[in-house]
């Protein structure tokens, strides 16, 4: 159980295109996704938060008009690069809190997809 | 904000020897801190969390330890194999967000 997807695995584009990669939850609602970006030897760092049917919160530093995110149900979530350019290649990861066991106001866990590598030629 | 200092950032081990990585984290409402091994190429893989209710716990090889006045909590692993060749990443909840530490890579040799 708790089993998160992402698409595509890996997307080669083009300097100016627009990437979208697709985050989902295979067996149970979440009702935040979360969306982070990890360079080479480098650690996990939060992009944003997702919370479905509302906008997402970036974090600081994050261009949100560059990165849009789309949460439209309880078990996708969207994040588009707009106008990619090489220095947004990167390895790219969401996680989900799962809804109904994260009614606990002590339940934290997240569960991580398997990423999606980006490169921008 | 929360911030995760994790150490060492390169660890090399015999097989069968244990293995152990420490990080410190900086404010005292963070109170759930999970444990992640990542392989090259794949998302990152829940190996064990400690709430701060909780001093240790447990999971057959794997065990962690949580100093809540320290501030600081320890993942263990005994008699590894080199299937535990991995990066590591220690994580802190903060207002539901988590924050990593730098990873630990891992090598079991032979």
Redesign the interface.
């Known amino acids: 159980g708790a089993v998160?997807s992402?698409h595509p695995s890996w997307v080669i584009c083009k300097s100016g295109t627009s990437v979208k990669i697709e985050c989902r939850s295979l067996d149970f609602q979440a009702t935040?996704m979360?969306w982070y970006r990890q360079f080479p030897k480098?650690?996990?760092?939060?992009m944003a938060?997702s919370n479905e049917g509302s906008k997402a919160t970036y974090e600081q530093g994050v261009e949100k008009d560059k990165f849009l995110i789309n949460h439209a149900s309880l078990t996708l979530s969207t994040l588009t690069v707009t106008s990619a350019h090489p220095e947004d290649s990167s390895f790219y990861?969401c996680?989900a809190r799962d809804l109904v066991r994260g009614r606990a106001a002590?339940y934290?866990?997240?569960?991580?997809?398997?990423?999606t590598?980006l490169t921008v030629l | 904000g929360e911030n995760v200092e994790q150490h060492p950032s390169t660890l090399s081990v015999q097989e069968g020897d244990s293995a152990v990585i420490k990080c410190t984290y900086s404010d005292s409402a963070s109170?759930?801190f999970?444990w992640?091994k990542q392989e090259l190429?794949?998302?990152?893989?829940?190996i064990i969390?400690i709430?701060s209710n909780v001093g240790e716990k447990k999971d057959q090889r794997i065990a962690v330890t949580l100093n809540k006045t320290a501030k600081h909590f320890s993942l263990h692993i005994t008699e590894t194999q080199p299937e535990d060749s991995a990066v590591y990443?220690c994580a802190a909840?903060y207002w539901?967000?988590?924050?990593?530490?730098?990873?630990t890579q891992v090598v079991v040799t032979p």
């Open positions: 998160v992402q935040t979360f480098q650690s996990l760092m939060l938060t990861i996680s002590t934290n866990e997240q569960f991580f997809g398997p990423g590598r | 109170n759930y999970p992640y190429g794949k998302g990152p893989q829940l969390d709430r990443f909840i539901g967000k988590l924050q990593f530490g730098a990873g």
